[in-house]
């Protein structure tokens, strides 16, 4: 079945680092691909999405690029800040299917 | 605004004792979920509505009920909770397809 991998972490950084958070996935069909944030004591928001292959998306300085040929959906940021430390997870929505898959997340820790 | 509201954020209760964790939308939308995260686990689905009067399993749906008597509401029901329930409960509501996932803020359950 579908599937989505990610770095566990935790993952510690200094202010102004650069970040990547690697992501890859196992779909059957042609999945639409998405990053959720996690801040502390809240529920989870969309942070971006891509819907079809070499697409990519991009929020609050945050990218990733839908790589069909690798399965991959890597988060980047260039420069990190404090109010970035959270919890990331890589998903899935396939459209054969009614469901998000979640990747684990990746606890992100951002010091100044 | 939109909103998905779970109702209570926290919870201490005894093996047996049964409860329900109510989550509520305004946003009119078909699909509500329920899902619970727990560390190194990530977020795992337990039941879903595609509409009113409509629920299916999830991944992880034993030890708990569902109902969806009306679009808005989408309560979990724990009829006998055991310790390993303890967790963090996240209702969602989703558009469906290449859409967004919209997280209530989540309920902490510990059953004793």
């Known amino acids: 079945g579908d599937s989505v991998t990610q770095m566990e972490g935790p993952v510690t950084l200094s202010e102004e680092a650069f970040l990547t958070i690697n992501c890859t996935y196992t779909?059957?069909?042609?999945?639409?691909l998405f990053w959720y944030v996690q801040y502390p004591g809240e529920g989870l928001q969309l942070l971006l999405k891509?819907?079809?292959?070499?697409d990519k998306g991009s929020n609050k300085g945050f990218e990733a690029t839908y790589r069909k040929e690798t399965t991959s959906f890597h988060l980047e940021k260039g420069s990190v800040q404090v109010s970035d430390s959270a919890v990331y997870f890589c998903?899935?929505?396939?459209?054969?299917?009614?469901?998000?898959?979640f990747g684990p997340g990746t606890s992100l820790s951002v010091i100044p | 605004e939109a909103q998905v509201t779970q109702n209570p954020r926290y919870l201490i209760t005894v093996t047996g004792k049964k409860l329900t964790v109510t989550c509520s939308q305004n946003?009119?939308?078909?699909?509500m979920s329920w899902y619970r995260q727990d560390p190194g686990l990530g977020l795992r689905q337990i039941y879903y509505?595609?509409?009113?009067?409509?629920?299916d399993k999830g991944d992880v749906p034993e030890g708990y009920k569902v109902s969806r008597k009306e679009k808005r509401n989408f309560p979990l029901i724990l009829e006998s909770p055991s310790p390993n329930q303890t967790s963090l409960y996240f209702c969602?509501?989703?558009?469906?397809?290449?859409?967004?996932?919209?997280f209530g803020e989540g309920s902490r359950l510990t059953v004793l």
């Open positions: 998903a899935l929505s396939d459209q054969g299917y009614d469901k998000v898959i």
């Open positions: 891509a819907t079809k292959a070499d």
């Open positions: 779909a059957t069909g042609y999945p639409s």
């Open positions: 509505s595609m509409n009113v009067e409509v629920t």
């Open positions: 946003m009119n939308h078909e699909y």
């Open positions: 969602a509501t989703w558009t469906g397809g290449t859409g967004e996932l919209f």
